[in-house]
């Protein structure tokens, strides 16, 4: 291995580690290692010069330089360090000719990108390992890793009392995940305790480039300030890449090629996109991640660091092109949210789930700029089709939040996306018990869907209302439902028709017509099956309900099992934690005491997670019920307390009743 070139975007610490490495090994070449610096030399043409310079090697009057090198080199045992060659790269045949015709000669280079010489072995530097955000944040624990130790490193070399305590050591944890564990913006902010509290630097990072500032006066320039650390890089990329550079800042949480394809166009026919992209993966100016097994994916996820896209974001802005690319933005994600609607409730659920929850920053993104600049066309259309996946993944306050603010802007002309968010709106509602609200939303929905012949989604706004009432009115929950079945069958919905069946199931089963229920959930199940759909999880919970009726504990168990595989496979959360709490029941029913609490507690994390409050009440009172069994009276005391006063203000007879 005779060249090595150490990568990595700004601010890694490359030139550190190529200086502490070649230290290292100075004993190892007898004929020298010697360093040669770069940052100022402005034309390939002196690349020679330097390393004549370095090595103390006289540049003949009128002969050759290459030559002069090749002779002073000779068969001699040299390590070359060559530092920063990125703005440099058509002088990398100088290299690949010394290489050729030395044969113990060396070479260590620090470049933001590979040079591509045949033989060349790239180390790419990642940035320190940082604190992880469940690390707790105890002295002892967070000088265990790299970033923390660095930064407290040069702080002490700045502020010589200063110290890790219980106090400052969650802010100096979040500084180095804010940070990103790279080195040059660590030192940068570690300068600042002389002045500020670890806490008071954490409050400034959302503006970094501008606090990270003053690094030491033996430093480059470029690198007594993070800004001009990546300005460097930025000023070496031709127009196009710096054009996709600045406009990559829009994205949120990373991107794909599809995404870039649809927004990164500046409106010339000399530009592709996936070669720009892999450029600036190459100069190290993105990240990419690989495709996750199983994934229908040949390319990846690309991202950019924090530190990196604030300076891409600030040149977006500066350039003029900010607006028009934020609402290009924005409206592909709108296009991508309706995209996952129409999927949801086939057999690429799984996957568009999947999709989602990758795209979900881009996603709140795309919302929040729709709402602060009043687009409320845009902003019902994301809200809009994002509630079945706010719903399955249990986003359900943050859900209604989003809604709320969509359907909150002025009127929009189409009824359809205010329909659809209206709906959206009203399932969330009744997620969380806010029957009420549910009742307005669905019923305003209803009205809306009608209005413009709907009928899917005026049978969804009934079956919606008609699982509102099911366990307090069977009759009129069982006539919505019946008129929602009606709409379906005019329309074909077969997907539809299994969801209604089985919701006639659960009153049926509620009323404890055993035959019936059973016979309505079979036949969503069928249908289910036969479709390969995810929402099969729901007929098993039903069916496993049906079974425990019928005193069957075996096959309600079984159920159970097979409604939490789909779930989990899922990551639907919210019948999750009812399986769950139904597990719970069971197991405790059958004496397995042990299963049922731990089935028991993982259910009321979730419902705590959910803000579904009917849940939080029924897994207090089985709390209550084991506090009981185990004569922990005091206890129980409490925890039927907490249930019934939740039961109060749901006004659910049931919890009250138990």
């Given amino acids: 291995m005779r060249l090595v070139t150490i990568t990595g975007t700004a601010g890694t610490g490359k030139t550190r580690l190529s200086i502490n490495l070649a230290a290292s090994l100075v004993n190892s070449y007898p004929d020298g290692v010697f360093f040669v610096p770069l940052a100022t030399v402005t034309s390939p043409d002196k690349v020679a010069s330097a390393i ?3 090595l103390q090697a006289s540049e003949p009057a009128d002969g050759s330089l290459m030559m002069s090198l090749q002779q002073a ?27 050729a015709t030395c044969p113990n000669f060396k070479l260590l280079i620090t470049s933001r990108a590979a040079l591509n010489l045949s033989g060349e072995h790239e180390y790419p530097l990642a940035p320190l390992p940082i604190p992880s955000k469940d690390t707790p944040p105890r002295p002892d624990e967070l000088l265990g890793y790299e970033s923390v130790a660095l930064f407290m490193d040069r702080a002490l070399e700045v502020s010589p009392q200063f110290t890790v305590t219980l106090r400052n050591a969650r802010s100096i944890a979040e500084i180095c995940r804010r940070l990103e564990g790279l080195p040059l913006a660590l030192e940068l902010a570690a300068a600042r305790v002389k002045v500020l509290s670890p806490q008071a630097i954490l409050s400034r990072l959302d503006r970094r480039l501008h606090l990270l500032v003053g690094g030491r006066s033996d430093l480059p320039p470029r690198q007594k300030a993070l800004e001009t650390a990546i300005a460097w890089s930025y000023n070496l990329l031709d127009e196009a890449e710096q054009f996709m550079f600045r406009t990559l800042s829009v994205f949120s949480g990373g991107f794909t090629i599809e995404a870039v394809e649809r927004i990164a166009q500046p409106g010339n026919g000399n530009f592709e996109p996936l070669t720009i992209v892999a450029s600036l993966l190459n ?15 040949d390319v990846g996820r690309f991202g950019m660091l924090e530190t990196l896209k604030e300076y891409a974001w600030e040149r977006l802005v500066e350039s003029g092109e900010a607006e028009s690319m934020t609402r290009l933005h924005a409206l592909y994600f709108a296009e991508f949210a309706e995209t996952f609607m129409r999927e949801s409730n086939g057999t690429r659920q799984p996957e568009f789930l999947n999709y989602t929850d990758k795209e979900h920053d881009n996603l709140r993104t795309a919302m929040r700029w729709s709402i602060d600049n009043g687009e409320g066309e845009i902003a019902l259309r994301l809200a809009g089709s994002l509630g079945i996946f706010w719903e399955r993944r249990g986003y359900l306050t943050e859900g209604r939040r989003w809604l709320g603010q969509a359907l909150a802007l002025e009127s929009v002309d189409n009824l359809a996306s205010r329909a659809t968010a209206l709906y959206s709106s009203g399932i969330l509602a009744l997620r ?73 199931g659960h009153v049926k089963m509620q009323q404890a017509k055993w035959e019936e229920a059973s016979a309505l959930t079979q036949e969503a199940h069928a249908i289910y099956l036969e479709m390969e759909s995810p929402a099969i999880a729901y007929t098993s919970y039903v069916l496993a309900m049906i079974a425990w ?6 096959a309600a168990l079984e159920r159970f099992e097979e409604c939490l595989e789909v779930c989990r496979k899922t990551h639907n959360g919210w019948l999750t934690a009812w399986a769950l709490h139904g597990l719970s029941e069971l197991l405790y029913v059958r004496q397995q005491y042990d299963e049922s609490n731990r089935a028991l507690d993982e259910a009321q994390g979730l419902f705590t997670e959910l803000g579904d409050k009917l849940g939080v009440a029924n897994a207090l009172v089985g709390r209550g019920r084991e506090a009981y069994r ?6 129980a005391n409490r925890l039927y307390r907490e249930a019934l006063e939740l039961g109060r203000q749901l006004d659910n007879h049931g919890i009250i009743g138990s």
């Fill in 73 to 99: 080199i000779g068969a001699k045992q040299i390590l070359l360090v060559i530092d920063n060659f990125e703005h440099l790269p058509t002088a990398a045949p100088i290299l690949a000719e010394l290489l």
């Fill in 432 to 504: 969380q018990r806010d029957h009420v609200e549910a009742d307005r939303l669905l019923q305003e929905s209803r009205a809306l869907y009608q209005t413009t012949g709907n009928k899917e989604g005026q049978s969804n706004a009934l079956s919606a209302l008609a699982v509102m009432i099911s366990d307090s009115d069977y009759e009129q929950a069982v006539q919505l439902h019946m008129e929602s079945l009606e709409l379906r069958r005019q329309i074909g919905d077969k997907a539809g028709i299994a969801r209604t069946s089985q919701n006639l």
């Fill in 549 to 554: 009726g019928q005193a069957d504990t075996q």
């Fill in 52 to 54: 004549a310079s370095a």
């Fill in 283 to 297: 100069k190290s100016l993105l990240t990419r991640s690989e495709p996750a097994e199983g994934e229908d994916d």
């Fill in 630 to 635: 185990v004569l922990d009276f005091v206890l």
